[in-house]
């Protein structure tokens, strides 16, 4: 175990490959919440409570003697929620949505560690170049829309639809990298030696 061991409250084999690309050894805690949104709840309080419950339920079965991390993201089209499609043609419909137009990609992150916790919302702007519906059908046919919020992933096969980007690259695969390591330094978790 190194110094900079911690748990990450998430499946998500993105945010796994980004911290351990910043030199964190990761362990994976996650814990199932429901992830129903509020009548009328908006994106940015919503993808907040998302993040925190998922740590506050990891925490009760962790504890704190690591650094406990959780994130969630969401897509937000017109102050809509974009959630993860259910079947190829919810993500169809998804798609046909963002084409064209400018949607917004909201990540919260939860740092627990040692009795602090410290939450931040990092949002970016996504503009998505105007897709054809061959487009479109080639890229459900391919899988990747399926565990994705807004049905793509920027990383991915997606990121081909993306003419313009104003935010956080890392933030919309889904663990924003500055405020992730601001958050950690805030609860006195350790940081890579260049932060």
């Known amino acids: 175990m190194t110094d900079r061991t911690l748990i990450l409250a998430s499946a998500s084999p993105r945010r796994r490959e980004i911290l351990e690309n910043l030199g964190y050894a990761v362990r994976t805690g996650a814990v199932p919440i429901d992830e129903t949104p509020l009548a009328a709840e908006a994106a940015e309080p919503y993808v907040l409570r998302m993040a925190q419950q998922k740590n506050r339920a990891a925490l009760a079965v ?41 949607h917004q990609v909201l990540t919260a992150v939860c740092v627990h560690y ?59 695969m889904g663990l924003p990298v500055y405020e992730t390591v601001r958050l950690l330094q805030h609860c006195g978790a350790a940081v890579p030696p260049f932060a």
């Open 114 to 172: 040692q009795g602090r916790e410290h939450s931040i919302v990092q949002s970016s702007d996504v503009r998505f170049k105007a897709l054809s519906d061959s487009e479109i059908e080639r890229y459900i046919a391919g899988g990747e829309p399926m565990d994705k919020a807004g049905a793509y992933g920027i990383q991915g096969a997606g990121g081909i639809f993306v003419s313009h980007l104003a935010g956080s690259f890392t933030g919309v």
């Open 62 to 102: 962790h504890g704190d003697s690591l650094p406990l991390l959780s994130a969630d993201t969401t897509v937000a089209l017109d102050g809509r929620i974009l959630g993860k499609p259910e079947s190829a043609d919810h993500a169809r419909s998804m798609l046909r949505a963002l084409s064209g137009r400018s």
